[in-house]
């Protein structure tokens, strides 16, 4: 029988689901597991009634109002932090303070000022720590960056990334509140610079490597709107769109767009790298195909005969895909949620071997220093180097 490890997750809205399913699920796919997570207490804002009808529907032992409280529990291992941005730094400085495994969901903090700090936290206390940028773990992504891994994309030359959405478009949405504060820089940081394209700046750096420098040009379409905590129309200071150009440390060039006003758009996460031997390109909302196309073998660096190349589509099902041998047989397809699974059976097998799962807290600082360069670069005009 597997030790427990108690867990106490802040924050029961979007991730605090995603995450709760994610700790139910993993023993039943991805045993043996070194450690069984038990869900202890829920954490949140809601009321009293709704926190315990949280508690009740997704087998939670306990539930708290005050996150302070939680840490304190000397029956919690391990905090999971589902809360606004805002809410990150303070939760983790004290959860490592008082010995606690932590993961985090991204962006991990609003400045890369603050990720450090939280960064020397962990390292200081010694506790496992993630970021928790799920999307490496869909078994498209995975599977691209074994085919990197393995050479069949060869020198890389291009690197282009979009992430958009299309739900802030009416200017009769308001910002801020426990529903809109993504649209509150106090709240969330930045717009979809952080909230967005940090997930593809991780994704791009987990496969592509270091980006070393970036140019930038963000734009707020709607400048005004309502403010929910106030009452009153105040100004609207997050991006509401981003594009960047990048260098990477391995020569090639990076092209990143984002935006919220993509009429038709929901949540439009794609990439493409093109090499000399070969390229990749994956759509999140098809997200169980990979399309890769073979230019050259790796392992001769002969050149594919003509009349077989051509862009392939990967269902990637097989047994002999990431992750895909503790779900069903060939053919059948997992879905969003599963990441989240298999963040967390990585994170448990990585606290017992003793090798991190990644992204950990010093990798999630990564992203926060390019994040960081790009909104500095779109003040200025300027290029500017990731720290
Ligand atoms: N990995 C991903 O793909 C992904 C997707 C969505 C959100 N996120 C990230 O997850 C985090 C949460 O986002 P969400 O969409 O779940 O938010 P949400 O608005 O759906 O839920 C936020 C929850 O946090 C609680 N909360 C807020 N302040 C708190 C405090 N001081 N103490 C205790 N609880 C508090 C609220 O009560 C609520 O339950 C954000 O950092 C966001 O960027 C990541």
Same mark, same amino acid.
Request: glycine letters at 8%.
């Given at each position: 029988?597997?030790?427990?490890?108690?867990?106490?997750?802040?924050?029961? %809205?979007?991730?605090?689901?995603?995450?709760?399913?994610?700790?139910?699920?993993?023993?039943?796919?991805?045993?043996?597991?070194?450690?069984?997570?038990? $869900?202890?207490?829920?954490?949140?804002?809601?009321?009293?009634?709704?926190?315990?009808?949280?508690? =009740?529907?997704?087998?939670?032992?306990?539930?708290?109002?005050?996150?302070?409280?939680?840490?304190?529990?000397?029956?919690?291992?391990?905090?999971?932090?589902?809360?606004?941005?805002?809410?990150?730094?303070?939760?983790?400085? #004290?959860?490592?303070?008082?010995?606690?495994?932590?993961?985090?969901?991204?962006?991990?903090?609003?400045?890369?000022?603050?990720?450090?700090?939280?960064?020397?936290?962990?390292?200081?206390?010694?506790?496992?720590? $993630?970021?928790?940028?799920?999307?490496?773990?869909?078994?498209?992504?995975?599977?691209?960056?074994?085919?990197?891994?393995?050479?069949?994309?060869?020198?890389?030359?291009?690197?282009?990334?979009?992430?958009?959405? &299309?739900?802030?478009?009416? #200017? =009769?949405?308001?910002?801020?509140?426990?529903?809109?504060?993504?649209?509150?820089?106090?709240? #969330?940081?930045?717009?979809?610079?952080?909230?967005?394209?940090?997930?593809?700046?991780?994704?791009?750096?987990?496969?592509?490597?270091?980006?070393?420098?970036?140019?930038? @040009?963000?734009?707020? +379409?709607?400048?005004?709107?309502?403010?929910?905590?106030?009452?009153?129309?105040?100004?609207? @200071?997050?991006?509401?769109?981003?594009? +960047?150009?990048?260098?990477?440390?391995?020569?090639?060039? %990076?092209? +990143?767009?984002?935006?919220?006003?993509?009429?038709?758009?929901?949540?439009?996460?794609?990439?493409?790298?093109?090499?000399?031997?070969?390229?990749?390109?994956? &759509? $999140?909302?098809?997200?169980?195909?990979?399309?890769? *196309?073979?230019?050259?073998?790796?392992?001769?660096?002969?050149?594919?005969?003509?009349? $077989?190349?051509?862009?392939?589509?990967?269902?990637?099902?097989?047994?002999?895909?990431?992750?895909? @041998?503790?779900?069903?047989?060939?053919?059948?397809?997992?879905?969003?949620?599963?990441? *989240?699974?298999?963040?967390?059976?990585?994170?448990?097998?990585?606290?017992?071997?003793?090798?991190?799962?990644?992204?950990?807290?010093?990798?999630?600082?990564?992203?926060?220093?390019?994040? &960081?360069?790009?909104?500095?670069?779109?003040?200025?005009?300027?290029?500017?180097?990731?720290?």
């Amino acid at each position: 029988m597997a030790t427990p490890l108690n867990v106490g997750i802040i924050g029961m %809205g979007f991730m605090g689901r995603a995450h709760s399913n994610a700790y139910r699920k993993v023993g039943n796919f991805f045993s043996p597991l070194p450690r069984q997570p038990v $869900l202890k207490a829920i954490c949140a804002l809601e009321p009293e009634d709704k926190l315990k009808a949280f508690a =009740d529907t997704w087998g939670f032992e306990s539930y708290e109002s005050d996150w302070r409280k939680l840490i304190a529990r000397p029956d919690i291992d391990q905090i999971d932090i589902c809360t606004p941005n805002v809410t990150h730094k303070e939760i983790v400085l #004290a959860a490592a303070a008082a010995g606690k495994s932590i993961i985090c969901e991204k962006p991990l903090a609003m400045t890369a000022a603050e990720a450090q700090e939280m960064v020397a936290a962990v390292e200081k206390a010694g506790v496992a720590n $993630l970021v928790c940028f799920n999307y490496r773990r869909v078994p498209a992504i995975s599977l691209a960056k074994q085919l990197i891994d393995e050479g069949r994309i060869g020198r890389p030359f291009h690197y282009r990334a979009t992430y958009l959405q &299309d739900w802030t478009i009416s #200017a =009769d949405v308001p910002q801020g509140g426990a529903a809109l504060w993504r649209l509150d820089a106090k709240t #969330a940081g930045s717009g979809v610079t952080g909230d967005l394209l940090a997930h593809s700046i991780d994704t791009a750096e987990w496969l592509n490597g270091p980006i070393r420098r970036v140019v930038a @040009k963000t734009e707020t +379409f709607v400048r005004e709107r309502l403010h929910q905590d106030t009452g009153k129309v105040e100004p609207v @200071k997050i991006d509401d769109a981003c594009m +960047f150009l990048a260098v990477f440390e391995n020569g090639s060039m %990076g092209t +990143f767009e984002s935006t919220r006003y993509a009429r038709g758009r929901k949540n439009y996460n794609t990439f493409e790298l093109n090499g000399e031997a070969g390229s990749v390109f994956f &759509d $999140l909302e098809d997200p169980q195909y990979l399309d890769y *196309f073979r230019y050259a073998d790796p392992a001769t660096g002969k050149k594919v005969e003509d009349h $077989l190349t051509g862009w392939q589509r990967i269902h990637v099902t097989n047994f002999e895909h990431p992750y895909m @041998k503790k779900w069903w047989v060939p053919g059948c397809t997992v879905g969003y949620e599963h990441t *989240f699974v298999h963040t967390i059976a990585d994170y448990l097998q990585g606290m017992a071997t003793g090798q991190p799962a990644q992204p950990d807290f010093r990798s999630g600082l990564r992203t926060q220093q390019v994040c &960081d360069a790009v909104l500095a670069s779109a003040q200025s005009g300027q290029w500017v180097d990731v720290a």
